[in-house]
């Protein structure tokens, strides 16, 4: 909810009771807090602030907080609120609602008499008007007896849709609450199913590590070292570690796996129990009890309905009856309506009300009761069903809360049991980290071979650039030596010569081991790494050591080739292809290197290389897939290209035969004309022509068979070419012999140059006839074009228009636009210009406010701004308003605030020295009071120490000093005024005397314990029974005390003889 500086945002805040679903609308605004609204809750609800809960969809809102925190109050937001002590296990179900209902409220009529209710027909003459007022009684009592029923009925139905309401509420509330349950356990089942995978892949390891214990140690005990670094105690791998503490550490190990895995799996089972309960509870719905009752509800609104039209009907007729009556008592009654014939139409009317109306109107108000009863039984159900499904949250809610307790608690577990298997990964990691090393080494040696080549490539690149430089300088110094004297040329510098470049590496890596790739598997077996992928690189290793040998034997054989194709330089005594060799062999060792590094017991499925290995392995199983598909399709085209192949191979065979058929009748109408011309037959010559132009037109006819076949042209010009040189040589073959007779000859030479002479003719038609045909086809492209160049323009020109159109209107808005700137811009400068010269004078007066403020002392600096408050005051009077009234009024009240303090200080200062001076008499009189105060607690000390060491000679009490004298009997007993019978315990005795020559003749000490013991008999006496049971010889029942005492740490015990 959004408010300005001025102005709060008043609304109306709904709130819902979840447990019983009423709601309550409350006015309030955005800055009222939250715990105002729960302690005006608090008076209408009943439930106390601290059991209060309110939520607002998935946010809780704290007391503390206004509700514009959580942009409340808005018409269309709702507050649920949540009574928490309701929600406990131990809490009791919630009882019956009242309602506030009762059938008294609309009571049913009295029935109508005419003593209560007299009428001035009651009197009349005439039976017919005396019955008219009974009529209007009956017909009032009908219509007030349906206004009760109808007004209880409408009230029953109202309670019925307020409890449907409550529970669509209620409805709500649960799915309020059942997100807020959902939110935190989805973020709890996302912690479990990562401590879950956590754990699973941790467990893979550890368990196989136990496993493969003993399996790894046989593995290093069978590997030996480098000779080289083979020494008394350290011969194999296995002697890196020490055996004994291992096997100590792999039972600590293993027997903490057992408890951790019992211990998660008894946390999973209780998981899985808190998951199952959210399953159960998030597939119970409540929607099927409000949803019956809310049908329930709808299929009984249309006796209300009903009860409202019969309602219509009723006032209807109590107005008949009374405009009767009325009309009587006002005697204008028409002449057709008599009294009679009105009462003869009132009787089927009332008995219509009293046996139709009424009964119709009271089981619809009994169908209402049975239904309010239904919704009274259905509310209870749902805030039983509410108490039960909260009370459930609250455990579950509970159970997530005690869960997230323990992640931590495991997860700082799984630290732990990494930790303590730790040192059984330097058992599995120590194999793949040895070969890792040799692999290294191999590395540096062959990277050290590329270094120095590089170094000799670097000098080899330096000294070509020199012999470069030297020729250039060279070729320079010829051509201008002969016009510049060599004196001045030298002088110029002009004959240096650029300087040799020695490009020298010292040597390094001299203390690498002797070891080529070869001698990996060797030192260093691939199953010390153990992973399933080591076996394709050593094959690799040996493919490319066998390539290298390979190529360095063959190498003369293809080296010009294999220079002018290799980018890589060929060092001094070494060639490219070794060069080649030593990079390939260094990419190999960084290669077995960087499997090394790899986990033996890595989880390829959970991890980055895993998903890599497999996208990897999908993508190329994808590219198969297409490469197979390609192939697929290239052997279609190849098929479809066979058959089109076989069907120009049938046409051309048909074209051949054709021209066959065509070379055979050509010739065989040649012989038949010979033959003509030999028989002495004149030839017409129209008829001549005609075969001729036949031979002709079945010669172009031939040639134009195929219309549809490539190059057309091409071959139906060859055709045509080989019928007229077909229809020339059978002419020529069947001329007439030279003994024929004269006339014949001509006729036939006749009748040959008439052929060739019709033959050019129809080809030339033919030729104009194409270039014709050829020129309107150009032209109609032509007009065609031409026709859609000017359609493009027609729209270019609409367009542009549009676009000039556009134009104009944005420079007209623009022009505007540039006038309303032009405006703002100079009412900005003046008002630029007005600020600028208040901000001078400002500045002037913070100048004058920085100089009294720097001024040195206090009392200074209160009469410099006493002095600047005055003269802006006299400058004001002077000048006017001059925008620096509200700076002169601030300058003069902080003057006055100066002088104030300035005051104020001064008296603190007096009050200071004078608090400082009494502060010293107190501390000298505090001095003398401690000195006292020291005298007479140490006189008090003394005192109570002497009174503690005082010997008690009455009845004797636990810690204090008793002197005990040793009697005539030889026990020590107490010396006291009128307690008798204190006798010291024999351990005190002891304790006292064992160390001295002689017993003493008395014994002070504190007293410890004190026993007390009654002399019995004994019906059997001996002289033994009655020393133990009587030591201190006193008559039968009388009672003495045994006292055990402590030495006094100052005490002196004198030892006279028992004579002295």
Do not use: W
């Not at 792999?250 to 209780?270: A, G, L, P, T, Y």
């Not at 009105?342 to 169908?367: F, I, N, T």
């Not at 690149?461 to 040329?489: H, Q």
């Not at 990996?520 to 399933?532: C, K, M, N, Q, T």
């Amino acid at each position: 909810m959004s408010s300005s500086e001025n102005v709060i945002q008043i609304g109306k805040l709904l709130v819902h009771i979840a447990e019983n679903g009423h709601s309550f609308v409350i006015d309030c605004d955005e800055d009222t807090l939250v715990e105002s609204v729960q302690q005006y809750l608090e008076s209408l609800s009943g439930i106390r602030l601290n059991d209060q809960l309110l939520l607002y969809l998935d946010l809780k809102l704290e007391p503390q907080n206004p509700l514009s925190a959580y942009k409340l109050p808005s018409d269309d937001r709702e507050v649920f609120v949540f009574n928490k002590s309701q929600m406990r296990s131990n809490s009791a179900p919630p009882g019956s609602e009242e309602f506030e209902f009762s059938e008294n409220i609309y009571p049913d009529p009295p029935r109508p008499t005419s003593t209560h209710d007299p009428h001035p027909l009651d009197e009349a003459s005439d039976p017919a008007l005396k019955a008219l007022p009974s009529y209007e009684r009956q017909f009032r009592y009908h219509y007030q007896l349906g206004d009760a029923i109808y007004r209880r009925t409408l009230m029953k139905f109202d309670t019925c849709e307020k409890l449907a309401r409550e529970q669509r509420v209620q409805e709500k509330a649960l799915e309020i609450a059942r997100g807020n349950l959902d939110h935190f356990y989805k973020m709890i089942n996302q912690n479990y199913m990562d401590f879950v995978k956590c754990y699973s892949q941790q467990q893979r390891t550890h368990s196989n590590l136990l496993l493969n214990f003993g399996r790894d140690l046989e593995r290093l005990k069978s590997i030996k070292l480098v000779p080289l670094l083979q020494t008394a105690d350290r011969k194999c791998l296995l002697d890196f570690v020490k055996e004994d503490n291992l096997k100590k550490m792999v039972d600590d190990c293993s027997n903490s796996h057992r408890q951790f895995e019992s211990k998660v799996n008894d946390f999973k089972d209780e998981f899985g129990e808190l998951k199952r309960s959210t399953e159960q509870l998030f597939s119970s719905k409540a929607s099927i009890i409000s949803r019956d009752l809310e049908r329930s509800v709808k299929e009984h609104e249309h006796h209300v309905i009903e009860q409202k039209s019969i309602m219509q009907a009723l006032s209807k007729d109590v107005g008949l009856v009374k405009k009767l009556v009325d009309d009587c008592l006002t005697s204008q009654l028409s002449s057709s309506l008599r009294p009679h014939d009105a009462v003869s139409a009132l009787g089927p009317m009332y008995e219509g009300h009293d046996k139709s109306y009424l009964p119709k109107m009271q089981a619809c108000e009994r169908a209402v009761s049975n239904l309010l009863v239904f919704c009274k039984n259905k509310k209870s159900e749902m805030n039983n069903y509410v108490h039960k499904y909260m009370q459930k949250i609250a455990y579950i809610q509970y159970t997530i809360k005690e869960v997230r307790y323990k992640f931590s608690v495991f997860t700082e577990a799984l630290k732990r049991q990494n930790d303590q298997f730790d040192h059984l990964k330097v058992v599995r990691g120590i194999g793949p980290a040895y070969r890792a090393c040799l692999a290294e080494i191999v590395r540096r040696k062959a990277s050290m071979k590329l270094y120095m080549g590089m170094a000799g490539h670097l000098a080899e690149n330096f000294a070509s650039k020199r012999e470069t430089e030297i020729r250039r300088r060279e070729d320079f110094l010829k051509v201008n030596s002969s016009f510049i004297p060599r004196d001045v040329l030298a002088s110029m510098g002009l004959y240096d010569t650029p300087s040799t470049c020695d490009v020298n590496v010292a040597p390094f890596d001299t203390n690498l081991l002797d070891i080529d790739v070869s001698d990996l598997d060797r030192f260093a077996p691939e199953h010390l790494v153990g992973l399933s992928f080591k076996k394709s690189s050593s094959s690799m290793s040996q493919d490319n050591d066998e390539s290298c040998e390979i190529g360095t034997e063959n190498f003369d054989r293809f080296a010009p080739d294999f220079v002018e194709g290799s980018e890589l330089v060929e060092i001094a005594g070494t060639s490219k292809l070794e060069v080649e060799n030593a990079k390939l062999k260094a990419e190999l060792a960084s290669t077995i290197a960087l499997l090394c590094s790899f986990s033996p017991e890595f989880d390829f499925e959970d991890s980055e290389v895993g998903n890599m290995l497999k996208n990897s392995a999908e993508k190329t199983a994808e590219a198969l897939r297409l490469k197979d598909e390609h192939g697929r399709h290239l052997l279609n085209m190849l098929k479809v290209k066979d058959m089109q192949c076989e069907s120009y191979e049938k046409r051309i065979k048909e074209l051949e035969n054709r021209l066959s058929d065509q070379y055979s009748l050509e010739h065989k109408l040649n012989k038949d004309e010979s033959t003509r011309c030999a028989s002495s037959e004149p030839m017409d010559e129209a008829s001549y022509a005609s075969s001729s132009l036949l031979l002709k037109s079945g010669g172009n006819d031939s040639s134009m068979i195929e219309p549809n076949r490539d190059e057309k042209d091409d071959k139906e010009t060859m055709v045509a070419d080989v019928g007229m040189v077909l229809a020339t040589s059978s002419t020529d073959d069947y001329m007439p012999p030279p003994t024929k007779s004269l006339t014949c000859d001509e006729q036939v030479k006749g009748s040959g140059d008439l052929v060739v002479e019709l033959q050019n003719l129809v080809a030339e038609k033919s030729n104009r006839l194409n270039e014709t045909e050829t020129k309107l086809q150009a032209a109609m492209e032509e007009v065609t074009r031409l026709g859609v160049e000017l359609e493009i323009s027609r729209n270019l020109l609409d367009e542009s228009q549009m676009n000039c159109v556009n134009l104009e209107n944005c420079l007209h808005e623009a022009r505007e636009e540039a006038q309303t700137h032009l405006c703002a811009a100079d009412r900005r400068t003046s008002e630029y210009t007005a600020l600028r010269a208040s901000a001078v004078k400002v500045r002037s007066l913070f100048e004058r406010l920085k100089t009294c403020v720097s001024s040195a002392g206090v009392t200074s600096f209160a009469e410099s701004l006493r002095a600047l408050a005055q003269s802006l005051a006299n400058s004001a009077n002077e000048n006017g308003d001059d925008g620096t009234t509200e700076f002169r009024e601030c300058v003069r009240v902080l003057a006055e605030k100066v002088g104030v303090l300035t005051r104020q200080r001064a008296e603190l200062i007096d009050r200071y020295t004078k608090a400082e001076t009494s502060h010293e008499h107190l501390t000298e009189e505090l001095e003398e009071k401690k000195e006292l105060v020291n005298t007479l607690y140490t006189k008090l000390q003394s005192e109570k120490q002497v009174n503690k060491e005082k010997i008690s000679f009455g009845r004797l009490e636990l810690h204090e000093i008793a002197a005990f004298v040793l009697n005539v009997a030889g026990h020590y007993e107490a010396i006291n005024r009128n307690c008798t019978h204190y006798y010291l315990s024999s351990e005190s005795v002891s304790l006292f005397a064992d160390h001295l020559p002689h017993r003493p003749t008395y014994i002070v000490g504190q007293i410890v314990h004190i026993e007390r013991q009654t002399v019995k008999s004994s019906p059997v006496r001996t002289e033994r029974d009655t020393a133990g049971m009587n030591p201190y010889g006193l008559s039968v029942g009388c009672e003495y005390f045994v006292v055990t005492v402590a030495m006094l740490l100052d005490t002196t015990i004198h030892s006279p003889t028992a004579a002295s």
